[in-house]
């Protein structure tokens, strides 16, 4: 299947109640569409990070009750999972599309990544767009551009807190013409992965 884009009905897939309606619609309509990206941007992941890098779609299998308020998908080198490792992620909430490189707080040595980015901030700073968002928790929408954050604060607390997290990317509303335009999209993420591939290389050193 070859990736076509996102429309505005996916995003209002998450106006949807219940966990079983909103997770049909998700499995439906959006799941299929990773898997498309997923393989349009398989072999770019591969050659830019020097890793085989591996699909993974949350499958949000632990919920019982609430449904997701967001769904992604993510490029690990590790086959059996992603959460544990530096990783990049493709996904949604109802008002935008996110491009993130995550450390989220399940992954061990966040201790030793943090202290390398910390010895690297004014890299970090030349080499990634002002524009690029920083998120301090992936469960919130809420993201700060990277030209208003205090990284120095931002990778010291990722030393410390132990369930600290930092992610770094790009966000897109729903009516961005990028979004429904399958090779532009695809474009898009490739080179907003391979702006964030140095740090990510750094993470993995």
């Known amino acids: 299947m070859e990736f076509a884009g996102f429309s505005t009905k996916d995003f209002d897939i998450f106006t949807i109640d219940g966990l079983e309606e ?24 591969s050659n830019m990070t020097g890793n085989d890098m591996y699909v993974h779609i949350a499958q949000h299998a632990r919920r019982t009750k609430n449904p997701p308020n967001d769904t992604w998908m993510a490029f690990c080198h590790n086959k059996r999972g992603y959460k544990k490792h530096p990783h990049f992620q493709i996904g949604l909430w109802d008002d ?67 369930k600290a997290e930092f992610l770094i990317g790009r966000y897109f509303k729903p009516d961005d013409p990028i979004l429904s335009d399958g090779k532009a999209f695809l474009k898009e993420a490739k080179n907003t992965f391979k702006t964030l591939t140095p740090l990510y290389k750094m993470s993995m050193g």
Do not use: C
């Not at 301090?136 to 700060?144: E, I, N």
């Open 96 to 162: 935008h599309l996110f491009m993130w490189l995550a450390y989220i707080y399940e992954m061990p040595g966040k201790q030793e990544i943090a202290n390398s980015f910390l010895n690297h901030i004014d890299d970090i700073r030349e080499s990634v767009p002002d524009d690029y968002a920083v998120s301090l928790d992936h469960t919130r929408k809420d993201a700060t551009s990277l030209s208003e954050i205090d990284l120095e604060q931002a990778f010291t607390r990722l030393q410390n807190v132990k």
């Open 22 to 45: 909103r997770m049909e619609a998700i499995r439906e309509n959006i799941q299929p569409k990773f898997k498309a990206i997923g393989e349009g941007l398989f072999d770019d992941m």
